[in-house]
């Protein structure tokens, strides 16, 4: 059955793996035999009435929510928000006179997140959850729900509820954008993209022993480490930085590329892991340069590149996607580093110590 361990000796490897077949099955499910994006007509009209998205989360849920405002704003052109649940919910900001919420929640539990949606709720705002979990609480409290598809998600370390997060995410900017008769919309080729993104995902999940290898070369003394990128890859820094830190207990932070140099440099010492992202065409030359900054202080660095970006000597070179798409496939191996960081230190990958794959109190 889905739930179970199969030959995995960690959930987590196995939600990793499975991330192809989630992408499939959202392209399945939230496309019509004649290659037509699908979603309910009123959370369309709804979000295409509005004149701003307020996305609320926390954790990795809410990583996926910065890639999706970029998705969001680009593809429907409607200006976007993403918070904290846990921040949001006592200190509103001044909202939009047309808003609309939208909560993503792995689990659809999260006591950070319910605050808000009370709030939402009592003041007749309309709103939308995404979650995993059919019929979960915030699902069942918001005006209306998309479901994630991505099967049970057992490691507390999320991976594939971030993954479909983003590509239902982009469904519903392509869905709202047409509804807009939005060019860009319109010439977004999701459902070709989203295959594009479960052969890259093989690809990479196939690569695995490589990412095996980088995590025992650079990893095993570690005491901090740094993600670095720009644009959507900085919101994959922040998420990478995460997953490493959670399941390994290295200290790891995410950067935007450039910021690194106006302070944190200053703990980049001999052999300081920094993995930098590059996906973005405007900066790609940028970060480059950033790179050079951190290698000149003595950090180890792995680069995970584009093929277009690429330079000899990359370490990861991840295939062609989308802009915007491209944190399906940035992730993976994040990912994959973080499980074997922690996987080669004998901890158990699974259930890393103090946390709690649903978080029901604030
Ligand atoms: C917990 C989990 C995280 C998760 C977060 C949000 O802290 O350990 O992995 O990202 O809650 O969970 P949700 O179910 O709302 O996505």
């Known amino acids: 059955n889905a739930a179970s361990k199969g030959t995995y000796e960690f959930y987590m490897l196995k939600e990793i793996d499975e991330q192809p077949a989630v992408m499939r099955r959202i392209s399945n499910d939230y496309f019509s035999q004649d290659g037509d994006v699908k979603v309910d007509n009123d959370i369309v009209k709804a979000m295409a ?51 609309f919420f939208i909560f993503l929640s792995q689990s659809g539990e999260t006591a950070d997140s319910r605050v808000v949606l009370k709030q939402v709720n009592e003041r007749h705002l309309p709103s939308l959850t995404m979650t995993n979990v059919e019929g979960s609480t915030l699902s069942r409290e918001a005006t209306y729900t998309m479901l994630l598809k991505a099967g049970p998600e057992i490691a507390v370390a999320s991976t594939k509820a971030y993954t479909a997060q983003i590509a239902v995410q982009a469904v519903l900017a392509k869905a709202v954008g047409e509804a807009k008769n939005l060019k860009v919309a319109e010439d977004f080729d999701l459902k070709n993209q989203l295959a594009l993104a479960a052969e890259g995902m093989q690809e990479l999940v ?27 890859d900085y919101a994959v820094a922040l998420e990478g930085a995460l997953k490493l830190k959670e399941v390994s207990y290295i200290q790891t932070e995410g950067f935007a590329a450039a910021e690194l ?19 973005d065409p405007a900066t790609s030359d940028l970060t ?11 950090a180890n660095v792995m680069v995970f590149a584009m093929k277009d970006f690429a330079h000899e000597g990359d370490d990861v070179i991840l295939p062609k996607i989308d802009y915007y798409l491209s944190p399906l496939l940035t992730v993976v191996p994040t990912q994959l580093l973080a499980y074997y960081a922690s996987k080669n230190k004998g901890l158990d990958v699974d259930k890393p110590r103090n946390l709690a794959k649903s978080v029901t109190v604030e």
């Open 206 to 232: 196939d690569g695995k022993e490589k990412i095996d290898a980088l995590a025992k070369k650079y990893l095993p003394c570690a005491r901090n480490a740094f993600y670095i990128g720009r644009g959507v």
């Open 288 to 298: 480059r340069g950033n790179i050079r900054e951190v290698q000149s202080r003595g």
């Open 49 to 99: 009435d509005s004149d701003r998205i307020y996305i609320l989360a926390a954790g990795t849920s809410y990583h996926a929510g910065l890639v999706g405002k970029n998705l969001i704003e680009k593809y429907s052109e409607i200006p976007v928000e993403v918070g904290l649940a846990s921040e949001f919910g006592y200190h509103f900001p001044t909202l939009s006179k047309k808003p």
């Open 261 to 279: 140099k106006h302070g944190t440099i200053a703990l980049i010492e001999q052999d300081t892991p920094v993995i930098a992202l590059i996906n």
